[in-house]
């Protein structure tokens, strides 16, 4: 058992996570499919028969005929046509509608006295892909059709028919106003933070079908007969796994998001130093993984349950006041919480490690929390391993 140093065990360890077929598309293959056709699914594809509900407040000939018109429009469904605000946005909230229209008070008036009016589409935006394919899908319909109403009802009052063509060729001017997720870049804001998640999943799924594998042999191997033994040795098993996931952290925020054109290493210290120390947690958490569920089969399953709601406990993608407090709590013990918030300020929006240093504490402190349940449950399975 001399004969077996650390180093020694480090590269077993590394050995097994690229040969053992039980962990090594995890470790290996996985990132790379993820990285080429995760953004696919999102790119320029237009939802059908969005649900919509319409406030009108000016109760015109104008907005009637607007109204109408939306009516008509396949790629729309109108839902509600209401008088007030409020009870749209709450049919927004509970998920009725995709998306608000509302036409203000005095549009018409406004419009014909050629001063500045607007009509307001609104979609939730806590919701990132849906609130952005609603707002694509109806923002198109709406302009053309608000353009040609307006030109036909000017009609009524004598405008030249010059700059009646003019104006249904020129739908009206589309601003969009953010109220959350200011960013709004699908790209550069929701698949940095989802790739984390990825991250995470990939390395505990790995990690726990080697330890799985491991525990299942006739005799233990070697290096986790130590890693219960020494925590040196613990450290050695878990190094291999802690170079990998940097490795892929480094190739996803470089070459992956480069070739995605997704906005990454903005400042290249800080994201480096979150992308090593999200991979000491991850890579602890994995080594617990594997020290709980042994022999059992069922690691996969818990891991991959676990990770969807990792994606939405973070606070970015979902507002952080609307989540539960026992979710929050919940949310601490994970890496890929302090891993998301980390990387997308240190890569994507350029923070110095000096902004991000509060982060870099969380993600030690939950290293040194799962190497800690490590140690103490490696002792504890000492006597069960097979010599």
């Known amino acids: 058992m001399n004969e077996y140093s650390p180093w020694k ?34 790119m320029a594809q237009l939802p059908e028969h969005i649900n919509v509900a319409i406030v009108d407040e000016d109760r015109s000939p104008l907005s009637r005929h607007i109204i109408m018109d939306l009516r008509a429009t396949p790629k729309l469904n109108v839902i509600q046509v209401l008088d007030n605000r409020p009870t749209a946005v709450d049919a927004m909230k509970a998920g009725t509608v995709a998306s608000v229209i509302a ?26 892909v849906k609130s952005r394919t609603s707002m ?4 198109g319909p709406l302009e053309n059709i608000a353009a040609k109403a307006i030109a036909a009802h000017l009609a009524q009052y004598g405008i030249p028919m010059t700059e009646l063509l003019q104006s249904s060729m020129q739908p009206p001017d589309l601003i969009i106003q953010y109220m959350y997720n200011t960013l709004a870049g699908y790209l550069n804001f929701v ?24 525990f299942s042999e006739p005799a233990t191997p070697m290096p986790l007969l130590l890693a219960c033994k020494h925590p040196l040795y613990l450290f050695s098993l878990q190094l291999p796994i802690l170079l990998i996931c940097f490795l892929w952290v480094l190739f996803i925020e470089g070459a992956a998001f480069a070739l995605h054109g997704v906005n990454s290493f903005q400042n290249i210290c800080a994201t480096l130093t ?9 890579s602890a958490l994995g080594i617990l993984v594997g020290l709980l569920f042994k022999t059992s089969k069922f690691v996969i399953q818990a891991v991959v349950t676990s990770s969807i709601p990792c ?6 993608l979902y507002p952080e006041c609307n989540i539960p407090i026992y979710m929050r709590v919940i949310s601490w013990f994970f890496p890929s919480t302090p891993g998301a918030n980390c990387m997308l300020r240190a890569s994507q929006a350029g923070a110095s490690v ?7 504490i969380h993600l030690i402190c939950l290293w040194i929390l799962y190497s800690l349940i490590s140690v103490f449950l490696g002792k ?8």
């Open 9 to 42: 065990c480090f590269l077993l360890t590394f050995r097994a996570c690229c040969t053992n077929m039980a962990c090594a598309p995890f470790f290996l293959l996985a990132a790379i499919f993820y990285s080429l056709y995760y953004c696919w699914p999102y």
């Open 103 to 128: 036409i203000p008070p005095n549009f018409e008036k406004d419009t014909l006295n050629d001063i500045p009016t607007a009509i307001t589409l609104v979609a939730n935006g806590a919701f990132i």
């Open 136 to 139: 694509a899908g109806v923002s």
């Open 191 to 214: 698949v940095p933070i989802v790739f984390i998640i990825i991250f995470q999943t990939l390395m505990l799924c790995g990690a726990g079908m080697l330890m799985n594998e491991w």
């Open 274 to 282: 979150g992308g090593i120390f999200f991979s000491f947690a991850v």
């Open 311 to 316: 994606v939405f406990i973070t606070g970015n």
């Open 354 to 360: 000096n902004e991000i240093f509060p982060i870099i």
């Open 380 to 387: 504890k399975l000492v006597n069960c391993l097979k010599i």
